[in-house]
């Protein structure tokens, strides 16, 4: 099966071309093109603005598919994100991937960009053919996903059965760290931005107060990052104060606890609801889990509950937003379809809130 995979909810324009094949045991997966375009445009506005967004994938979708067709026949399914992301940056997918649909007298999968993110640790590091073996993983598994624009933890049943468990009830944690880089002057994404400074901390790096880490003894599996993004910013203007600016070892010390406090909570979280589901394998997606101090965090409590191999983050090229994830995640959702009825017609619509 031949499929070619679009992503546009948000400043990735992403378009790749998969080809599966499956026996009784085993899927066998060759990338033939995975293109991922993020825009620059955004960085100067400190935040992705979704006209610009809208304008660049019209832009980039027809250059990037034509750089993948100029040596590949015309696919069996084309799958595209449907949500959750920016309304009218999904669009210029669903309407790109509809039209070519119609040339090519094939049929448009919508796919849910959260499952592609919680089936992206499929993909090992740095390979272009891989197989999957047909359990995917040992069931029931958690989810966390963290981005830019969710905080979710959702318990999956089976592969496209999912219930979410805990979100955060206001920010999510990616767009507290970008919202934490801002308030230290520093570019968009400030994810990686406030992990590069974490890391330069050391016990010459001025103390400072202790940041609150919200929710964490809740009986909830929820999450809450906009008081912990609020105290950021008052520490910080009570620094500016005293000193006439935030001293770049003062940002260190904020960078780091900031991390400690968001490492602490999403750990304490995803160990609860991990032991409470009783689940047996642990998922970790989404653009924030390009985090190692969070990652290891997670991985070092979880291995006191799972096996170590039971635990999954990203290929590091596939943390962020990408097609190939929405190609996997269209794949299975394809098999899963097909036993219902042999006619794909879907009415596709963006929606910008789409649910697991
Ligand atoms: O999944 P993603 O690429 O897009 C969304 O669907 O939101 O996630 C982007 C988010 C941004 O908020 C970015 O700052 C954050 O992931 N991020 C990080 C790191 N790398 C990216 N946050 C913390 N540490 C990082 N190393
Ligand atoms: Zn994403």
Redesign the pocket.
Known sequence: MKILAIET??DETAICYLEMNSDQENIRVIIQHNIIHTQLEHIEYGGVFPAIAKREHQINLPIILEQIMQNQEIPDYICVTSGPGLEPALWCGITFAQELGEKWNIPVIPVNHMEG?ILSILVPEKTTEFTIPAELFPLPALALLI???HTELVSVKNIGDYAIIGKTRDDAV??A??KVARILGLPY????E??KLASQYSEHIPKIENLPRPMLHTPDYDFSFSGLKTATLYLSQDITKEHGTIPDDYKISIAHEFEQAAAEVITKKTMKALIDTGSQTLIIG???S??RTITQSLIQKAQEIIPRENIHTPSKELT??NALMIGLAGYFKIIRDKQKSSDFNYEIRADGNLSL
Do not use: L, T
């Open positions: 909810s948000c993110h981005s830019g624009g990616g767009e760290f970008d994404p400030g994810g990686p406030i992990a989404g653009g924030v390009a985090n962020g937003d």
